[in-house]
């Protein structure tokens, strides 16, 4: 028995199955402890999109940890990459002029979101607007404001309230949203958190004009649009840095993480738009934002942060992206065919899913997988994961597809 207490895990499973544990990686594939080679179909947890091994990101690691790794940047302190990262970050924002409030990751993001949604109003006088808004299926995360949001059935149970004045809308009917803010007051109504593309709760794209509509609905009521992004932030959605940018959303909060460092370290941001951080920039000062993290703005982690968004642009791997949403929603596609499979859902971003009919074999085919030399997970509900490294090729897709196809036939 390990000591080791696994997140989101069945431990008493754990125990009795063994642990998967990965020792190398590179490019797009990772290797286990007995030297078996897996494609990364995950990016780990959504985050490698530069890929694995890239030891650029190790040498940025060590030359900032030599110089100063980590100072705080609570009050006046700052560090140079620090600075630099918040003004690269605000330079690819998806609305100009934003201000950068770095976290340690996703779940610090939201939380950090949550409270500057809420501080906002109350800095504006309108302190009444308190209640977020999150859509079914949704991740926000597992601190306590993304766990009151979850839509993710099972997320919040077993807690008891952990944060009153979150409320749940429908994940793809943006009427509801009209509704909901109707029946509970439009002036108590502080922000809506919204996935362009929800990805924990199974991968589900944006239906048709869902992102336009909720972005109107939310500027008709003045309730301020946070767009979660952890997941398709920093390319992954194709095309752009953004899926805000993407889908022309111009949000009042962009939460970020994972692609930022690829996950080389833990570091997440919030882009805020420049009307929502106003009031907290005011030049005569006298307001005080009492929030922060001791890793917010690490120099080390944002070292690591600048070194990644260089090779996404040098690699355009937000073109590599692109052109992984056309690979991966045609050669996924024939999987729908399988006796075992619902759907396949693709086409926006290098992100997918394979939806079984029963619901209780996406972990056994996950499993199953991985002796088809496939390395990924269950998502959602009865779904398996497919969210590739951004250097993943065509050719490596057609060996994932290949892959997932042997799998589904032997679990059948
Ligand atoms: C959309 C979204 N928001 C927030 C988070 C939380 O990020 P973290 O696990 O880094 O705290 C995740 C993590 O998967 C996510 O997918």
């Known amino acids: 028995m390990g000591a080791l207490w696994h997140p989101f895990s069945d431990m008493g499973m754990v125990e009795r199955d063994g642990e998967f544990v990965l020792t190398r990686g590179e490019g797009a594939y990772v290797w286990d402890e007995h030297g078996n080679r897996y494609l990364d179909s ?125 409320a749940k809308v429908s994940w793809d009917d943006a009427e509801d949203l009209r509704t909901t803010i109707e029946r509970i007051g439009p002036d108590r109504v502080a922000a809506f958190f919204c996935e362009p593309v929800i990805g924990a709760g199974g991968v589900y794209p944006p239906p048709p004009g869902y992102l336009e509509s909720t972005r109107k609905i939310c500027r008709d009521y003045d309730v301020l649009f946070v767009a979660d992004e952890v997941v398709t932030g920093y390319g992954r959605i194709g095309g752009s840095w953004f899926a805000s940018g993407r889908f022309d959303l111009e949000p009042d909060f962009v939460t970020t993480a994972k692609g930022l460092t690829s996950g080389y370290l833990p570091m997440g941001a919030v882009l805020v738009a420049p009307h929502v951080a106003e009031p907290f920039f005011r030049p005569d000062g006298g307001v005080w934002l009492r929030h922060g993290y001791t890793y917010s703005g690490h120099a080390t982690a944002a070292a690591v942060a600048l070194a990644n968004l260089d090779i996404v642009e040098r690699e355009d791997l937000l073109g590599a992206a692109s052109r992984l949403e056309q690979t991966l929603e045609s050669r996924l596609a024939p999987l729908a065919e399988h006796d075992l499979v619902a759907e396949v859902r693709a086409g926006t971003g290098a992100l997918a899913a394979v939806q079984l009919h029963d619901h209780t074999l996406a972990l056994p085919l996950a499993r199953e997988l991985r002796r088809h030399a496939v390395a990924t997970r269950a998502v959602g509900a009865g779904a398996v994961q497919i969210s590739p490294t951004l250097v993943m090729t065509d050719e490596q897709v057609d060996e994932m597809a290949a892959g997932l196809s042997a799998g589904l036939d032997a679990l059948a």
């Open 42 to 166: 995950t990016a780990g947890l959504w985050f490698a999109n530069v890929g694995h091994g890239r030891t650029e990101l190790a040498e940025a690691a060590a030359r900032q940890m030599s110089a100063l790794a980590a100072y705080s940047t609570f009050g006046d302190f700052a560090s140079p990459p620090t600075v630099e990262l918040a003004e690269r970050l605000a330079s690819i924002a998806p609305v100009p002029g934003s201000k950068v409030f770095l976290t340690s990751g996703g779940s610090d993001s939201v939380d950090t979101a949550t409270k500057l949604a809420r501080r906002y109003w109350n800095q504006i006088g309108q302190g009444q607007r308190t209640v977020v808004l999150a859509r079914e299926k949704a991740y926000h995360g597992m601190h306590v404001a993304g766990t009151a949001m979850a839509g993710i059935p099972g997320n919040h149970d077993g807690y008891g309230e952990l944060m009153p004045d979150a």
